[in-house]
């Protein structure tokens, strides 16, 4: 959870990948994650508009952001279950959240 906000925050974030569809690719697995390790950027757009807008945005509800993240990337390459390969370096993350806020405890 950002303490600035009520928007949750994965520590980490993993999105895997099937493989290419050739026949070869069939028996390939991706595994790309992400570790973050520190929030180094964080902007409400609300802030950003003028008196007017901002008192619309606040009625209707809206409460947008920009959240920059530093951590690990890890990409995996699995091949019908073993691991082929598997590199982690440093890396940079962006969210951008232009929904409606939650509530704090929900």
């Known amino acids: 959870m950002d303490p600035r906000r009520?928007?949750?925050?994965?520590q980490r974030a993993?999105?895997?990948q099937a493989g290419s569809g050739r026949r070869e690719g069939r028996d390939d697995r991706y595994v790309v994650s992400f570790r973050r390790e520190k929030?180094?950027?964080r902007s409400k757009q609300i802030e950003i508009l003028t008196r007017e807008k901002r008192a619309?945005?606040?009625?209707?509800?809206?409460?947008?952001?920009?959240?920059?993240?530093?951590?690990?990337?890890t990409l995996?390459?699995?091949?019908?279950?073993?691991?082929?390969?598997?590199v982690t370096e440093p890396a940079l993350r962006e969210l951008m959240y232009l929904?409606?806020?939650?509530?704090?405890d929900s």
Do not use: C, K
């Open 76 to 86: 995996e390459h699995y091949r019908r279950g073993a691991t082929v390969a598997s």
């Open 14 to 16: 993993v999105q895997p």
């Open 56 to 73: 619309a945005a606040e009625a209707a509800g809206f409460d947008g952001a920009s959240l920059r993240f530093t951590g690990e990337m």
């Open 39 to 41: 929030t180094i950027f």
């Open 99 to 104: 929904g409606h806020a939650r509530a704090a």
């Open 6 to 10: 009520a928007l949750r925050v994965a």
